[in-house]
């Protein structure tokens, strides 16, 4: 599992996550992540 706390969902690191969940899902490791990307987190405000 991976979380992705990224505030832009398709970002670098979602691309070095899924990077990561490829190899991984190579040597039959079931893998998901999490996004916050677009997510009201309180009392955050992304200012």
Same mark, same amino acid.
Do not use: H, W, Y
């Given at each position: 599992?991976?979380?992705?706390?990224?505030?832009?969902?398709?970002?670098?690191?979602? +691309?070095?996550?899924?990077?990561?969940?490829? *190899?991984?899902? &190579? !040597?039959?490791?079931?893998?998901?992540? +999490?996004?916050?990307?677009?997510?009201?987190? *309180?009392?955050? &405000? !992304?200012?």
């Amino acid at each position: 599992m991976a979380i992705n706390g990224s505030a832009r969902k398709d970002g670098n690191t979602a +691309i070095l996550i899924n990077t990561v969940f490829e *190899e991984l899902n &190579k !040597a039959g490791m079931e893998t998901e992540m +999490i996004q916050f990307a677009g997510k009201m987190i *309180e009392p955050c &405000k !992304a200012c």
